[in-house]
């Protein structure tokens, strides 16, 4: 009995090690030094207690509480709209409302929330400004535009069925990328299906997490979008097709193309991956933007609930989003079970071994954290120190009611849509780990004007702390400063798309390369001449 309380002491001390060892990186990240009252000296929050759904956090600093800095923070909510953008006029970045009227200043702050808790820290806080400085965008705007050898959509030669897989921002690039396919191939794309049989068995179809009618119209001049296919066409001969990953220009031209001298309808099964990430024709390249940041907008009553949760945390002031990716499903996938339980590790092996198109089951767990970054999963207990550290932690469950996010309860697709409009709009975006929601959350930064987005060096990180855990760094001023120097060039400034690692082959070659939309540059962003800016 003594030696199994001792091993828990001791994982619980390694926990909060490693949780302390986070926060101090995160300071690191932000370049300065955040002065935080104990906790009996700090206005309590009054908060309804919800489960976290998913992984994202927003810490909130107010740089001021007086009247002035309130007003002028409300002031700038007036100009928020969709980051969903529509069609850039001129290469610039125009927004679209998210509702006819701006929200009531009364409800910029949700009812289970004192007002009492906002923070005026700035007293002492060393270089506070370079928290919230946005790296340098060098002129960099948008530019989809097609060329003016542009032309309509080709008669088409059939229709493109297209049945999505994985999570949001998966399921979003596989969209886009079937739109390209569909302009290449002369297809009529048929509003693609959402997919119901990921792991959160979400019943979400596309209107309800897309707004359908503007995704139609505004790719009439690319392609033709239909609801669904017309009446009277059962007869059509149909196929079941496997894309190839990553593949070119050639291959959909050739092999895919000439199976409309067979069938009528194609049915791509799956959309991720689909399509590679470089060496395609520039207007390719610039249809794949126009479909992910104009025509992919979210449906109204989710922009609207995204706008509420951003004008909430505005009211506070400046905000960081961090998204820390510690939900079931990642951590099955990845393997990574360092600090866990055995009885956790072993839920994670099931869950891994009864989801089917997982192809790997088998995953040593203190190998694969060598990769990546352990993440947290165990909620509000693993986070008690960041808590502590940051006493305006705020979640999308503690800023709204129960009744507000009823509508999107049971709904995995639409949370994470509230949670992507919440990261885009952030005055700082920090991602834990390298996922679908993190590239396209930073990819859609780089495409407003490379807002600021740190990108933590993991490898270095879990270096470190295995360092500490071994007691051969025992200097947290050397960790502080490593850590400082480690991501100077990580935060988000304009950089060309990295390509794949030397050396690698074939499809690994592909997935080696940083994803197009990770960053869309160059294809989609142009620098404008300096002498012409105003």
């Keep these: 009995m003594r030696r199994r ?77 969709t980051p969903l953008i529509s069609k850039p006029k001129q290469n610039e970045i125009q927004y679209q409302s998210l509702t006819s009227e701006h929200v009531k200043k009364s409800e910029l702050v949700p009812p289970h929330i004192s007002t009492s808790s906002k923070l005026n820290l700035t007293s002492k806080i060393t270089d506070f400004d370079k928290l919230w400085k946005p790296p340098p965008n060098r002129n960099f705007l948008p530019c989809v535009n097609p060329n003016h050898n542009y032309t309509s959509p080709m008669e088409s030669r059939g229709y493109l069925l297209v049945h999505t897989n994985g999570g949001l921002n998966q399921m979003r690039a596989g969209i886009c990328d079937m739109v390209a396919i569909a302009r290449i191939i002369n297809a009529t794309l048929v509003v693609p299906e959402l997919d119901k ?70 049915r791509a099964a799956k959309s991720d991956s689909r399509l590679a990430n470089n060496n395609l024709p520039p207007d390719i390249q610039k249809l794949r933007c126009r479909a992910c940041y104009e025509a992919l907008r979210f449906s109204t009553k989710i922009k609207a609930m995204g706008k509420l949760l951003v004008d909430r945390m505005r009211s506070y002031g400046l905000y960081i989003a961090l998204h820390l990716r510690f939900e079931k499903d990642m951590l099955a996938f990845s393997g990574c079970n360092h600090g866990l339980s055995a009885s956790e590790a072993a839920e994670l092996r099931k ?33 008690a120190t960041l808590g502590s550290r940051f006493s305006m932690l705020m979640s999308k469950e503690k800023l709204a009611t129960k009744e507000e996010l009823k509508p999107f309860m049971n709904h995995s697709t ?9 990261s885009v709009e952030s005055d700082v975006f920090i991602p834990s780990y390298s996922g679908n929601m993190a590239r396209a959350v930073e990819g859609h930064r780089r495409y407003l004007g490379h807002r600021k987005t740190l990108s933590p060096d993991r490898k270095s990180i879990v ?15 050397k960790v502080y400063e490593r850590i400082i120097e480690i991501h100077k060039t990580r935060q988000g400034s304009p950089r060309r798309r990295k390509g794949p690692v030397s050396g690698t082959k074939g499809l690994e ?26």
């Design 197 to 266: 049989r990921s792991f959160w068995q979400d019943t979400s179809k596309f209107s309800d997490v897309f707004d359908e009618d503007h995704f139609i119209n505004a790719l009439s001049k690319d392609i033709r979008v239909i609801k669904k296919l017309p009446k009277g066409i059962d007869g059509l001969t149909k196929v079941v097709k496997h894309f190839k990953s990553y593949s070119g220009l050639s291959y959909y031209q050739n092999e895919i193309a000439s199976m409309w001298d067979e069938y009528k309808v194609i």
């Design 463 to 477: 270096r470190l702390i295995d360092k500490i855990e071994r007691g051969a760094e025992k200097d947290n001023r």
């Design 5 to 81: 309380r001792k091993a828990v002491v001791l994982v619980v001390i390694r926990r909060m090690l490693i949780c302390a060892i986070c926060v101090m990186t995160l300071l690191g990240f932000l370049f300065v030094h955040i002065y935080v009252a104990p906790l009996n000296r700090l206005p309590r929050l009054h908060l309804n207690h919800h489960n976290t759904h998913r992984g994202d956090i927003i810490i909130n600093h107010n740089k001021s509480i007086s009247e002035q800095s309130l007003t002028k923070n409300l002031s700038r909510l007036e100009s928020i709209e």
């Design 414 to 422: 639409q949370m994470a849509a509230l949670d992507y409009i919440v």
């Design 351 to 383: 869950i891994r071994k009864n989801t089917a198109y997982w192809k790997v089951k088998d995953i040593d767990g203190r190998v694969q954290r060598l990769k990546a970054a352990g993440e947290i999963y165990g909620g509000v207990s693993r986070l």
């Design 509 to 534: 070659r592909h997935r080696s390369e940083e994803s197009f939309y990770e960053n869309p540059l160059p294809d989609c962003l142009c620098q404008r001449d300096r002498s012409k800016t105003r």
